[in-house]
């Protein structure tokens, strides 16, 4: 069973915090507290970039509500629908802090709380903002997944009640990273979800970042905080910083999901049996069957791939998904090999010419892929090298195998 705080000790806390929490101005507790909470990730999808809200504690009333800019109707029956178009709306939403911890005690998620160091004045600015922000024809916003997000969002309240402080420290430091990096780090374990989302994702997300950028992800925020100074004085910005709750088991991305296995399985089979073993094994019909087979899985494997990313350029708002050179390394015209394919695996042999322009395409399928990576050197910069090894080895693979392949008239 997962180890809590209860929310009753929970609120002894909130309440032995007040004295030891020193506000920049007078020392004193003003009307309002402001508090971070930061969520980390979770096994889901959707859970696995983790998540933050901002909680408003009225001194006088004891009443907490937290704000929470992550929130989108996760029951609408088109939500994938939409998300896939980029036309998901998410809001600001209100609950007491009671009901939001509540929740995440059932999630087996961390839970951190950094009470805010703000004068009076800036926190009751703060309270003000996020009520006005929470009305329902203020609290709805266009959702961009790397630059506004509920992280984002929270991030530029804290900045505008700080004067800046978080902006001046971090908006200039430049990093090494960028946002793939930090897509692959949050999706570890997910083996097929990662590889779908990272090829999906066009050269936008491979521009240099700095530590601002990257707090778009809570983690990243929630570490910066701890570093921010406040005033003259450079007061620390996080006055108390509190766990809440701790997650039980395995780090997440430790276990691979049994449906991610069972596909990779089947992948490396069709794999194997349609390309290794056609080059391995004398020419047979059972063996030009199978390369059939390879050639069929290759060329709908990549020519949907492609569609897919036609779609998401032309067809969506997912700016992070245009100019994709993986439109290189698996052209469209992949689907062609499908007809070649099914006859193959029929009559267990191919016309002469069929033969030879297949070997032809496959020539100029690694073609482009040697031209993306020259590009590469100039105006291409798009991490796409997985993509790259996969379409190298199977292309490669699939020549080598169409030359064992004796053509029969």
């Known amino acids: 069973m997962q180890k809590i705080l209860p929310v009753v000790l929970v609120s002894l806390l909130f309440l ?14 003003g009307p309002y507290r402001i508090h971070v909470i930061t969520i980390g990730q979770g096994e889901e999808l959707f859970t696995r970039f983790g998540h933050i809200a901002l909680m408003v504690e009225n001194t006088a009333t004891n009443e907490r509500l937290v704000y929470n800019y992550g929130t989108f109707n996760f029951d609408d029956p088109e939500l994938r629908f939409k998300y896939a178009r980029g036309f998901l709306n998410y809001w600001l939403s209100v609950v007491r802090f009671e009901n939001f911890f509540y929740h995440y005690a059932q999630s087996n ?35 961009r997944h790397f630059l506004d997000n509920c992280c984002t969002r929270i991030r530029d309240v804290v900045d505008d009640a700080t004067l800046g402080a978080v902006s001046k420290q971090f908006k200039n430091q430049k990093v090494d990273r960028d946002f793939r990096y930090w897509t692959a780090q949050c999706l570890k374990g997910l083996p097929l979800y990662k590889s779908v989302i990272l090829y999906s994702l066009g050269p936008a997300i491979d521009q240099p970042l700095t530590r601002w950028d990257e707090e778009f992800l809570p983690e990243v925020f929630f570490e910066d905080l701890d570093k921010v100074t406040v005033g003259k004085s450079k ?11 701790e997650r039980e088991g395995p780090a997440i991305g430790q276990r691979i999901p049994d449906i991610d296995l069972l596909v990779i399985g089947i992948v490396l089979v069709l794999f194997i049996a349609g ?14 069957r199978l390369l059939g087979l390879g050639l069929f899985f290759w060329g709908l494997l990549a020519g949907l791939g492609s569609l897919m990313l036609i779609l998401y350029w032309t067809a969506t708002t997912h700016f992070d998904t245009h100019y994709n050179e993986n439109l290189l390394v698996n052209p ?4 062609w090999l499908l007809g070649p394919a099914v006859a193959l695996m029929v009559k267990a042999r191919l016309r002469p010419l069929t033969q030879k322009v297949i070997r032809w395409y496959l020539l100029f399928a690694l073609g482009l892929i040697a031209l993306d990576i020259l590009l590469k050197i100039g105006p291409f910069i798009q991490g796409n090298w997985g993509p790259i090894t996969v379409a190298v080895v199977a292309n490669g693979t699939a020549l080598l195998a169409l030359k064992r392949t004796k053509a029969i008239k």
């Open 16 to 29: 032995g915090a007040r004295t030891a929490v020193a506000h920049s101005h007078n020392g004193e507790d």
């Open 109 to 143: 998620r961390d839970m951190w709380l950094q009470t805010l160091n703000l004068s009076d004045e800036a926190a009751l600015e703060v309270a003000h903002r996020l009520e006005e922000n929470a009305k329902p024809e203020n609290r709805y916003y266009m959702y």
């Open 235 to 245: 007061v620390p910005l996080v006055a108390r910083k509190q766990k809440l709750l």
């Open 275 to 288: 390309f290794i073993v056609p080059i391995i094994a004398k020419d047979r019909p059972f063996s030009r």
């Open 332 to 335: 469209i015209l992949h689907l």
